[in-house]
């Protein structure tokens, strides 16, 4: 018994915190929330709603603004993942009769039956399985359902179609009748733990002036106070009334900050949106289809120029500052370019590892501990040539480098494949001095193994601070060209170049 009523304590302060994530967002005059809620709504989809100003509203797969977002929230314990199947269960939801789908059904055919408007979304701290057709169909750029990829023309013996087959038998409607649905629907993966939910709070109760709950604190009186409103009816707030609310329990204890919080953005994370969190944000959203450009021209003719312009202005203004790079590899290196070493700039980067930490450089102490560069030359050819790096950080890309070198013969006769010792890992990177010093010694790996007059061409899985802090030093590196790898499949799942580097002719901002 003292187990299960942990359980749903936890449970409780999970949504809690999802809630003040989005409530302190009506403190902000510049966001577009018009109101935020709780335990009201659609049933199954009433744990937190937020509506949006008149055209203000986060933009839906279609770029169509959305007027309404209804959140529910799934807490689990334990680590655990779900699948497409599980949608359709009870169970998953701790329901005994109808499931997260037909609940989703109901939602939409009364909120949004046109299938635009409003989105429903779970927020769960599970994972999508892997291996199950569901990861290819969420999109990465907003959480929402991909449409086209459940409905990609295949028939029911299809991947899609199976999974087609089983919601529509499930539900008893039609494909025009599912497709309405799906197009409404999001699934985001919040694996955050608590501690780290009330951490994501600490920055926002800041920046509004409000009292923090201080570490030491095992209790988050927050959570308490979302629970106390619901029992007095306080359940709908817009800017005016929750300002009030959080003045009458004494949050307020400082003047609200103007912080200098920036954020690039490639591709939309589901759950933690940079609108919240920063002063300026750079969207390249409208770039990418997923994580695959659109037109790969706009590397160098519309991305760069402006990641160079809004990074040179920020810089400009503040002496210190803080980046979120939300960004494809390549943005990261690009950044890091622009504001390299001799930039006279302290900048902090926001680096989601398995939660989210600042990393900046001499943020720790040196530890000898840490892993160092293991790196292995392999000649491709014996001909002079280019010079290949596989950086592999995270997970081991050489396989994949080397594939991709053969099948393109790309002029390359040296590849350095740099693997930290004990292996790649999310955990490869210790801190902002860690990755300071990895950055330090791959360029004098690099410039040693390189020829004179040669390209470089560079392969990167690393976390964005890493490859932010090897961009730094592209002037060390001479020419260049990145690459990026084909996560979704749709174009032949290997690499392609995206930008090339320095770009000498083109002033900045285009």
């Not at 501690?195 to 409000?210: F, V």
């Not at 503040?318 to 990261?332: F, G, K, M, P, Y």
């Not at 013969?409 to 490869?428: F, I, Y």
Request: glycine residues 8%; negative net charge.
């Amino acid at each position: 018994m003292t187990q299960a009523v942990a359980v749903i304590r936890d449970g409780h302060a999970y949504q809690a915190r999802q809630f003040w994530l989005k409530a302190l967002r009506l403190l902000d005059p510049h966001s577009g929330i018009a109101k935020v809620g709780f335990e009201s709504g659609p049933k199954g989809f009433d744990d937190i709603w937020v509506e949006y100003e008149n055209a203000c509203g986060r933009q839906d797969h279609r770029g169509a603004s959305l007027k309404r977002e209804h959140y529910q929230c799934k807490w689990h314990v334990g680590i655990g993942d779900f699948s497409y199947e599980d949608l359709i269960e009870p169970d998953f939801i701790n329901a005994s009769s109808y499931s997260l789908l037909e609940r989703a059904l109901n939602a939409q055919r009364v909120h949004a039956p046109a299938g635009i408007g409003s989105s429903f979304r779970l927020v769960t701290n599970w994972q999508i399985r892997y291996g199950d057709p569901l990861r290819r169909m969420i999109s990465s750029r907003n959480g929402f359902l991909r449409v086209d990829r459940l409905f990609d023309g295949t028939t029911d013996a299809s991947i899609a179609g199976k999974v087609r087959k089983s919601w529509r038998d499930h539900l008893g409607v039609s494909d025009t009748e599912l497709q309405l649905l799906t197009q409404t629907l999001g699934l985001g993966v919040d694996s955050r733990s608590l501690l780290d939910l009330r951490d994501s709070l600490d920055p926002l109760l800041e920046l509004r002036g409000m009292r923090r709950v201080p570490d030491a604190e095992s209790t988050c009186w927050y959570d308490d106070l979302t629970f106390q409103w619901l029992a007095m009816g306080r359940i709908e707030f817009d800017r005016n009334s929750f300002r009030d609310a959080c003045h009458q329990q004494k949050l307020f204890e400082a003047p609200p900050k103007s912080h200098i919080v920036f954020g690039v953005k490639s591709f939309e994370h589901p759950i933690d949106a940079l609108q919240d969190r920063c002063v300026e944000v750079l969207d390249l959203v409208q770039h990418f289809d997923d994580r695959q450009i659109r037109d790969d021209a706009d590397w160098e003719m519309e991305i760069y120029p402006r990641l160079q312009k809004f990074l040179i202005d920020a810089a400009a203004a503040n002496e210190h500052l803080r980046l979120i790079l939300d960004t494809h590899a390549t943005l990261a290196f690009a950044a890091g370019a622009v504001l390299n070493i001799k930039a006279g700039r302290r900048v902090e980067l926001e680096q989601r590892v398995l939660n989210r930490v600042v990393w900046a450089a001499g943020d720790t102490e040196v530890n000898p501990a840490w892993p160092k560069w293991e790196v292995a030359r392999e000649c491709l050819r014996g001909a002079p040539g280019d010079l290949a790096v596989a950086v592999s950080l995270t997970h081991d890309i050489s396989k994949d480098v080397k594939s991709y070198i053969d099948a393109t013969g790309l002029p390359v006769s040296e590849l350095l494949v740099a693997t930290p010792r004990g292996g790649p890992s999310a955990k490869a990177v210790a801190s902002g001095t860690h990755a300071f010093a990895l950055a330090e010694g791959l360029t004098q790996e690099i410039r040693v193994a390189r020829t004179k007059g040669s390209r470089l061409h560079l392969f990167i899985a690393a976390p964005n601070s890493f490859t932010f802090m090897l961009g730094q030093r592209q002037l060390a590196l001479g020419d260049l060209v990145i690459y990026e790898f084909d996560f979704e499949g749709t174009n032949g799942g290997s690499y392609a170049p995206s930008l090339s580097l320095p770009m000498k002719s083109r002033p900045a901002g285009g």
